[in-house]
Nanobody, 120 residues
Framework: QVQLVESGGGLVQPGGSLRLSCAAS????????MGWYRQAPGKQRELVAT???????NYADSVKGRFTISADNAKNTVYLQMNSLKPEDTAVYYC??????????????WGQGTQVTVSS
């Protein structure tokens, strides 16, 4: 069974930095893309950033220039470096793995979420 385990959330002051990590475990043959989404209270889940296995990156306009997504394909792990954090970045951040080919077939998976709070 494929599982995504996130780490790195927490409380940080405005202007500070955090680094999120997400590792996919299980018998995985390939992953097309991994990414991060977030959901603030009372709002819909939204895309933050994605990266394909080929290295193509996509960012939400609200995080461009502040957040950087990277991946270690050999470890099935994706990272999100978040700099210059703002209070409006406060949300639960979810890791996503898209088009995962495993012994169970092809599927999409989500992590359990990690809280990021930006506050003074």
């Amino acid at each position: 069974q494929v599982q995504l385990v996130e780490s790195g959330g927490g409380l940080v002051q405005p202007g500070g930095s955090l680094r999120l990590s997400c590792a996919a475990s299980g018998i995985i043959f390939s992953i097309y893309a991994m990414g991060w989404y977030r959901q603030a209270p009372g709002k819909q889940r939204e895309l933050v950033a994605t990266i394909t296995s080929g290295g193509s990156r996509n960012y939400a306009d609200s995080v461009k220039g502040r957040f950087t997504i990277s991946a270690d394909n050999a470890k099935n792990t994706v990272y999100l470096q978040m700099n210059s954090l703002k209070p409006e970045d406060t949300a639960v951040y979810y890791c996503n793995a898209d088009q995962v080919l495993s012994v169970k077939g092809n599927g999409d998976y989500w992590g359990q979420g990690t809280q990021v709070t930006v506050s003074s």
